[in-house]
């Protein structure tokens, strides 16, 4: 079966492979430690990436995660494994996503170093279901954004990369359904368990963020000086709208001007109809 992954170029020569990998789960932090390691003159590769490259890579982390999740591999599909992630992650420094895989793929290579942000595991859910779990829902009911799908190939790609990720850290449940948010936990728990259990014996630095996450956490473990310049807040609730607006507000415009050629020739030509049908049509009615 074709793969998405096997259209990409492979990989320079001159490019490495990359040395440290972000283990965290989404909401623990990683927009902050993604805007640090930019300022550090690194290249780290978050879902604001994801999202910058389009429809092409946000296609690519769907069938990464099929064909690395338990309950969505195939026999069908090659699963991703070094030479994929080789492809996909070229010219960045620090990646992210896919826990078992990247562990199974870079674990042994040495000077590999890994890094997992943690927080409460009901904190997180609470940022789950406030954040993507929001967008989600608007995107999936009528409205300018759930319209903007029809219209608009990233909005409708996005909605089904979102959903999957989100079905795939909730046993399938969707964000409206019962016991969702207890789905959520229970992955949550398991995840950072996993996380911490299966790394590489002394490579892996965790960080609580309820104990703190700045320059003073990351930078000794990096090896690099601590910048002049304050470290970089997360997203919170209002930055998350903010941020993805910016991406899906194209498409609601699309929407808008599709709609809007199509509903406003139909009225102009129910106002014709009516003025000059309208008479007859009152007297055969009359």
Known sequence: MSRLIDQLPEPAAKEQSPKLFVMSAPRT?????????????????????????GVPHIRIFQEAIKSTHPAYASAATKPYGRAE???????????????DAIYQA???????????????PDSWVRSVTVGPAELL????????????????????????????MYKSMAEGKGPNDSGAQDALRRYYVKYIAKAKAAAPSGKIHVIKLEEGLDWDYICPFLGREVPCEAYPRGNDR?????????????????????VSAVVV????????????YGPLLMKKTA
């Open 265 to 276: 020739p139909l009225v102009g030509v129910g106002a014709w109809v009516l003025v000059k």
């Open 106 to 120: 870079y674990g042994d290579e040495p000077g590999v170093r890994f890094l997992l942000t943690e927080r409460g």
């Open 238 to 258: 209002g930055e998350f709208k903010q941020i993805m607006s910016g991406f899906v507000a194209p498409g609601i415009k699309k929407a808008i001007l599709g």
């Open 29 to 53: 932090g990683t927009f902050g430690l993604y805007k640090a390691f930019k300022m550090l003159g690194y290249r780290p590769y978050h879902m604001a990436e994801v999202c910058g490259h």
């Open 85 to 99: 992630f080789d492809k996909w992650f070229a010219g960045y420094d620090i990646p992210s996503f896919l826990l």
């Open 137 to 164: 829902v608007a995107l999936d009911q009528p409205g300018p954004l759930g319209l903007s799908r029809h219209f608009d190939s990233f909005n409708d790609e996005f909605f089904n990369l979102a959903t999957f």
